[in-house]
């Protein structure tokens, strides 16, 4: 059974590990921490070779039910798991309802189940649908179904507080389901906490969770588009006061740098790395400085309005991926990086950074050449991975405040 070891707590960051993962028990996952995103099970543009030459990469892996669940009756046929039949069985698994790198579809919800959209369209789940998908995939950690769609900014309070009550529907079905399944008797399964921007019913929902038999918790609903800083910084802090200690927090969908440390601050234990994958699908780069004495003249040639302004985008319905932000570099730009022959970022021990140049991406990318985001993909797992390391190293050594100030300069 799942342990976890708290090194320490300070000002609401939390640091440490969790052992005795896995289904054999072999696994150490370090918070604060980041799962791998995956899409169909496999690291975006990159093959399980590639992959490999990553430095520090997670023990846990992120695969979403949106672009495996028209394969679940494949994986059931299978009969070894999901993590057998996606060669990723080295991995810890983890599923989560919802792809963390596309903004859900809303309305399409309902009193018995709740909608995912895969490559063939809308696919409608029930409990029994859903548990059947999890039987077959065998995760040592997914997600409960659950009711999330309150992120429009035109929620009523009624639809949040059934969006509360739907959610601990499910959780009780699936609850019953999994305690009689043989097939998930080694995985865990994580309680969903909803609640919209309502304190009172992020409270209940949280209070209501605790009371199950759950092996964590999944903080749902908190995307930067969904609610201002402020707001999800207190709802955060609200909610980590009533979760127990021994169990872990995640969240989805905040994962850009900045947004990351405001939750490690609150309690969150882990994220996703779904933000490499869409700065990689926009062609551009990771250039954040997270390190003392770094370069910082690398982060100040994309700092334009439109990325300043994207800092502070709040409803709108475009797609997420559209946003760029201003902890990245737009290899796209002809004027500035076509005749670039230095690394993408100087110092970076990626394999992207030690052997190419800025130009040759930038003529990647505006030849469609494929290999442009097997680099670029390469390279923002690795700068990103790095950050992760550094948050838990300047958590071990005090220095949390200095890294934070190096990461967001300028944002405020």
């Known amino acids: 059974m799942m342990k976890v070891l708290l090194s320490n707590v300070t000002n609401g960051c939390r640091v440490g ?3 005795e993962l896995g289904r054999h028990g072999n696994k150490v996952l370090e918070f604060p921490g ?12 990159l093959t399980h070779d590639v992959l490999q030459k990553i430095e520090d990469l997670p023990v846990g892996l992120q695969i979403t039910l949106p672009t495996l669940a028209e394969q679940h009756h494949v994986v059931k046929d299978f009969q070894q798991g999901i993590g057998r039949f996606i060669g990723m069985e080295d991995f810890f698994l983890y599923c989560s309802v919802q792809d ?23 696919i409608k789940l029930e409990v029994a649908d859903f548990m059947g998908i999890q039987k077959a995939f065998r995760p040592d950690w997914y997600q409960c179904m659950c009711d999330g769609d309150t992120t429009s900014p035109n929620t009523s309070n009624k639809r949040v507080g059934k969006s509360v009550d739907r959610t601990l529907n499910f959780l009780d ?57 402020e707001t999800r910084r207190n709802l ?23 947004e990351v440390l405001d939750a490690v601050e609150c309690g969150v234990d882990f994220f996703d790395t779904s933000f490499p994958y869409q700065v990689t699908e926009r062609g551009c780069a990771l250039v954040f400085l997270f390190t003392k004495g770094a370069d910082s ?83 923002n797992f690795h700068h990103y991975l790095g950050f992760f390391k550094a948050i838990r190293e300047s958590l071990h050594q005090g220095t949390f405040q200095e890294l934070k100030a190096i990461v967001t300069q300028g944002t405020d």
């Open 17 to 19: 590990s969790i052992t």
């Open 34 to 45: 980041c799962l791998l995103y995956t899409r169909c099970g496999a690291a975006p543009h």
């Open 100 to 122: 963390p790198a596309v903004r859900e579809a809303t309305g399409y919800n309902f009193n018995k189940g709740m909608s995912v959209w895969g490559s063939g369209g809308r």
């Open 173 to 229: 079905q699936c609850l019953e389901t999994h305690q009689k399944s043989q097939e998930l008797r080694d995985s865990e399964i994580l309680g969903v906490i909803e609640g919209g921007d309502l304190l009172e019913e992020r409270l209940r929902s949280a209070r209501e969770t605790c009371k199950r038999p759950v092996g964590g918790f999944v903080l749902d609903g908190f995307q930067s588009f969904a609610m201002q800083r």
């Open 236 to 258: 955060l802090k609200a909610v980590m006061d009533v979760l127990p200690e021994d169990k872990p927090r995640l969240i989805h969908a905040v994962s850009r740098p900045d």
């Open 297 to 379: 003249n690398v982060c100040s040639d994309d700092s334009s309005e439109q990325a300043a302004n994207n800092q502070q985008f709040q409803g709108s319905n475009e797609d997420m991926q559209s946003e760029m932000s201003r902890f990245e570099m737009n290899l796209n730009d002809k004027e500035k990086y076509a005749c670039d022959l230095g690394p993408v970022v100087a110092g970076c021990s990626c394999y992207c950074c030690e052997n190419h140049s800025r130009a040759y991406v930038h003529h990647l990318l505006q030849t469609g050449e494929l290999l442009a985001r097997v680099l670029l993909m390469m390279h």
